[in-house]
């Protein structure tokens, strides 16, 4: 039986410190989803807090068929959706979505270059976002995501395409070069302006 | 054939050309072949995003709290048995369930190992924390202390002196801890609020004092503005690859977490620092 396993049994039979170590272990990556979900840290500190509660509330039906991060990884994405959906986030994904099919593209995103996929995902509509996200970071199947948004798989696979084709204008400066060096090899590259070809080696 | 629209490059990052033309088409044109290995790097990326871990957003105080008003949780530190939440429900959302049986915390030792160990992590961090910014403003961290040298070559000489005040403080503070603390609790609320401290010291000290503790190094290349940092990245980054050897030894650590996330962000700061101390015009694009 693995730790996870034991945890969970001890704060069923009633032991606070289990329930608070299952916290401080899975908090990390179930909080980063939320993060990731959400993109507004302060609303997203709150839905979080909403998932740790369901989370524990639904503990007495965590079997360990699979791994606990896993389950609580579902529970916090599900009620991530319902949270957002509360706050109308996810409505003009659910009513308006040819609208917003029509509306990825925008003058000038070349300019604005982001640094970080999170950071670009900011720049999608919300429900490219939340597609984008499930789908190529949580890895949810199109399936899966039609059934959470209530959209259909060929509606989800039409807001991944084009987020992805967004978010690789956004981030060219980072997908048009070659991967990057081993971690401390080059600790930083430093480009003059925004000629990609131009790295020089810090150290 | 004309080139493929963005959309679907996009979609054949992670599928196949559905049809000879379109197989061809990106056979033969290396722009187009371009575009989908650009998308490929794009879905490692976000592959990538999964693994990234970040501070958590909730904190188990306030969590406790409302466990407390969700009647998940019974006063005196016990926690409702999870398997009977009728009787829970029977107490009603807001209220708190009454304790049943002894407090959780009577059974364990007051102090375990494990704790202490954690409590001592956290003492050496915001020791140094607090002895490094105390000698970086030119006070003594601890009056009357010797200090004990550790100092390498590689080590500036008041680095190295605060480092032995540092490890001085933590071996006198471990010492008193068991005297300090009545409960696990107690000291695991220390440890935080420690923490916290440690890591306000550290931003403050990352903005206003970039090169004071490290003198040395700066007139070592005095033409070079970027130095102190570069070699505070370079440590930073023998520093990273520690703790991550230590967390494949104890991933759920939550002590060893914490240090890998506070010299993450420490690394990242002085990355920003680096970028903003470029020449105009330059800037950092890749680490």
Redesign the interface.
Known sequence: MGTDHLTVRRALEGDERALRSLWSQHAPHIDAVVRRLVGDDDVAADIAQEVWIQIFRALPSYRGDAQFGTWAHRIAVNRTLNALRRTRRLAKLETDIDEESASVEHEGDRSLLMQTIEEAAQRLAPGARTVFILHDVEGYTHEEIAESLGITAGGSKSQLFKARAKLRRLLAHLVDSPPSPPLGVAAAAVTAGTDRTHVTPLC | MSHLS??????L?DAAPTTLEEAAHLAGCAECAA?RE??R???A???D??T???????D?T???A??HG?G??ATG???????A?PRAATAGRGSTVQS??PS?ESR?PLFSRRAGLRVAAALFIAAGGAALGRASAGVPAVPGFTVATVATAEIPDRLSDTLGVAGAVVTSLVADTTAAFRS?TEALVALARAEEQYQVAAAFLLQHDSSSGMSGARSRSSDDP?SVY?LR??AL?NV??ASREALYEAP?D?VI?RYY?ATLGAREAT?RQ?NTS?PA???????
Not at chain 2, 6 to 11: G, S
Not at chain 2, 52 to 58: E, G, H, N, S, V
Not at chain 2, 77 to 83: A, E, H, K, M, Q
């Open positions: 963005a959309e679907r490059l996009a979609a990052a575009e650009a998308h790097r794009l879905a990326m976000a592959l995003e999964r990234r871990l970040a501070p958590p957003l909730t188990w306030s969590l406790k409302a466990l969700e998940l949780l530190s016990r926690l409702s048995p999870l398997g939440r049943r049986g959780t364990e696990t970027s570069k990245l370079a980054d990273m690859a759920h939550p977490n996330l990355l680096l470029l015009g330059a800037r950092l694009t890749r680490y």
